[in-house]
T-cell receptor, first 113, second 111 residues
């Protein structure tokens, strides 16, 4: 079946702009995670959804970052007033539930110029 | 806060040699997962360990979870060029919702 998909695959934006990154999880997976990965580093947790609600958003770096999952399926990560330090690959993962293995999407490479 | 460290950061081996990466957590974990990320790719799940002292094997890969549930290791026997990539451990703390990924070990296999 289809895996996790993410769009766009690449996004170049100017400093100060607003961006939205989309994640389409595996059908039926109730858990959805967002991570950020910088070059040479491991994925850094941002936020976890169980169904429609954000069960844990402790990894969001500041209030410029926000994520939603209104119908318990597709999720959007929103970044306001982007900064050059936000440049990274943003990974989405879904899971059948809490504490199960996570299936990662291909990521969105965000470059802030 | 919770930290997960891995050593070594890089490892170059001749094809056919063995390889081991070690993972250490600053806190006790409820479970640990291992992922492999090929260059330019995304992390792919390998295995999950839950029990203290647990050992699991997948063909040439052997995974161990320490007795104190604070450390883990991945051992690859007789490496092949297809083993190239970065291996991450990811620990989940007791009662935590998220995984803390280790720093990763980048494996290069020389043919």
């Amino acid at each position: 079946g289809a895996g996790v998909s993410q769009t766009p695959s690449n996004k170049v934006t100017e400093k100060g702009k607003y961006v939205e990154l989309r994640c389409d999880p595996i059908s039926g997976h109730t858990a959805l995670y967002w991570y950020r990965q910088s070059l040479g580093q491991g994925p850094e947790f941002l936020i976890y959804f169980q169904g429609t609600g954000a069960a844990d958003d402790s990894g969001l770096p500041n209030d410029r970052f926000f994520a939603v999952r209104p119908e318990g399926s597709v999720s959007t990560l929103k970044i306001q007033r982007t900064e050059r330090g936000d440049s990274a690959v943003y990974l989405c993962a879904s899971s059948p539930g809490f504490s199960y293995e996570q299936y990662f999407g291909p990521g969105t490479r965000l470059t802030v110029t | 806060g919770q930290q997960v460290m891995q050593i070594p950061q890089y490892q170059h081996v001749q094809e056919g040699e063995d390889f081991t990466t070690y993972c250490n957590s600053s806190t006790t974990l409820s479970n640990i997962q291992w992922y492999k990320q090929r260059p330019g790719g995304h992390p792919v799940f390998l295995i999950q360990l839950v029990k203290s002292g647990e050992v699991k094997k997948q063909k040439r890969l052997t995974f161990q979870f320490g007795e104190a549930k604070k450390n883990s290791s991945l051992h690859i026997t007789a490496t092949q060029t297809t083993d190239v990539g970065t291996y991450f451990c990811a620990g989940q703390g007791t009662g935590a919702n998220n995984l803390f990924f280790g720093t990763g070990t980048r494996l290069t296999v020389i043919p």
